[in-house]
């Protein structure tokens, strides 16, 4: 069965570095998500992407937040330069096409900012 | 983003069936009722969604209330891996929605 994978699996990063967590959406698929969730907090959507583009954002992906997908097969979010409190689980999630509901989440990214 | 209620936890033992509620009362005429789960350590799956009619497939069955304002997860006989979170999220779709995760109902699962 096909899956959304995430690499790293775990990231640890000093304050102020940049970071990218890569993300490999199930192939063919149209729509790209990337989701955090603190440790104990539910989780949130940080961005949707479709047609090479961003469809929304939340409030917290501010400017220090870009996402891209470089050659049609990764999907990336970088921070530019983190702090402590972006330390969460980062989910990448994909779907299929427009008519489709189910959104296919990766197992996550834990990243640590110390 | 309409508005959901879903108790904190609930126990249920092995083999047994379960019955998760989730109130959405301020949901929209076009809103689809989705249900996720996340399993201990792992990212939201998806479980089934629904409009107006109750809905089957292989994991679990939807029950929504004719008013559209309550809906019913049900797990026809729960196993040690159905422990997990699980959360309903109504949501209208548009291609590129969303999805607004609450809290969840916390699914413990006694052997």
């Known amino acids: 069965e096909p899956e959304v994978t995430q690499t790293p699996s775990h990231q640890v990063t000093q304050m102020g570095q940049e970071v990218i967590l890569r993300c490999v959406p199930i192939?063919?698929?149209?729509?790209f998500y990337w989701y955090r969730q603190i440790l104990g907090q539910k989780v949130e959507f940080l961005v949707s992407f479709y047609n090479n583009e961003i469809s929304e954002k939340s409030e917290i992906f501010d400017d220090q937040f870009s996402v891209e997908r470089p050659d049609g097969s990764n999907f990336t979010l970088k921070i530019r330069s983190t702090k402590l409190e972006d330390s969460a689980m980062y989910f990448c999630a994909s779907k299929g096409h427009p008519n489709s509901i189910e959104q296919y989440f990766g197992p996550g990214t834990r990243l640590t900012v110390t | 983003d309409a508005k959901t209620t879903q108790p904190n936890s609930m126990e249920s033992n092995e083999e047994e069936p379960v019955h998760l509620p989730c109130n959405h009362s301020?949901?929209?005429?076009?809103?689809?009722i989705h249900w996720y789960r996340q399993l201990p350590s792992q990212g939201p799956e998806y479980v089934i969604h629904?409009?107006?009619s109750n809905v089957n497939n292989r994991m679990a069955s939807l029950a929504i209330a004719e008013d559209r304002k309550s809906s019913t997860l049900i797990l026809h006989r729960a196993t040690l891996r159905d422990a997990a979170v699980y959360y309903c999220i109504p949501e209208k779709p548009r291609g590129n929605e969303k999805l607004t995760f609450g809290t969840g109902t916390r699914l413990t699962i006694i052997p």
């Open positions: 301020t949901i929209s005429g076009t809103d689809y």
């Open positions: 192939s063919n698929h149209l729509y």
């Open positions: 629904g409009l107006t």
